[in-house]
């Protein structure tokens, strides 16, 4: 019975611990460089805003896909969807700085 009762437990438990770090990087708004690695689902052009399906960036914020803005629109003129690359962000503007190839598109 015991046993029944924490293996319905645990689930809940691990949800509400990982919630409360998700906001406490949320509420942080973590200033700085962070790098991360990221899928390049979509490039605006003209803009050069690119959507990333991203990994945790260590110290900004949790795995997710997010639209950012680039410094300038050469920073990703040459991605394209599908494409894997290396990025750094500024963490307080979400900006990308910079975007290193890893991996062209299949």
């Given amino acids: 019975m015991q046993f029944a009762k924490l293996r319905l437990a645990l689930p809940l438990i691990v949800c509400g611990l990982a919630a409360s770090d998700a906001a406490e990087v949320q509420e942080t708004g973590a200033e700085g ?59 307080g503007k979400y900006v990308i700085l910079d975007a290193k190839l890893v991996s062209h598109a299949d």
Avoid: Q
């Fill in 33 to 91: 460089v962070f790098y991360g690695r990221g899928l390049v689902k979509a490039v605006e052009p003209g803009t050069g805003w690119v959507t990333l399906a991203h990994n945790d960036i260590m110290g900004c914020m949790p795995a997710m896909e997010m639209m950012f803005r680039v410094r300038a629109p050469e920073v990703s003129r040459e991605l394209r969807p599908g494409d894997t690359i290396d990025f750094a962000l500024d963490g």
